[in-house]
């Protein structure tokens, strides 16, 4: 293969190129997946917004009343392990009342001891 026949080839591949690019445009732009994170609920970001103010009675009822896609989310907000949030409603209902309750009134009245 000649310097010619090279020279030309890598013309042709540019030429390619920009024919993919722009029917990629005609079609409506790249294929490439989305990467964007699922969207927590109104219900979930409410009830995360207002976990201090709530008493630790009204958290469970307020708890027990949400779907289990929401408390998942609702525990890796608190502190919770993603890989965790697909465990059972009962399971991730005990441990965001113990990460947003009883944990930190526990180690408050530690502290004013």
């Known amino acids: 293969m000649t310097e010619s026949d090279k ?4 013309s042709i591949l540019r030429k390619i190129d920009a024919l993919k690019k722009e029917v990629e445009e005609l079609i409506g732009g ?3 997946k989305s990467t964007k994170k699922p969207e927590v609920s109104i ?3 409410a009830l995360i ?3 201090g103010a709530l008493s630790t009675s009204d958290l469970e009822t307020r708890l027990n009343t949400l ?3 929401d408390l998942g989310d609702v ?3 608190v502190g919770g392990s993603s890989g965790d949030k ?3 409603k009962a399971w991730l209902i005990e441990r965001i009342m113990w990460l947003a309750k009883e944990f930190s009134e526990s180690h ?3 502290r004013e001891s």
Do not use: C, M, Y
């Open 7 to 10: 020279t030309k080839l890598q």
């Open 75 to 77: 525990f890796v907000a």
């Open 49 to 51: 917004e207002s976990i």
């Open 67 to 69: 779907g289990h896609k």
């Open 43 to 45: 219900e979930a970001k």
């Open 30 to 32: 790249d294929n490439e």
């Open 108 to 110: 408050k009245s530690i």
């Open 86 to 88: 697909r465990k059972p």
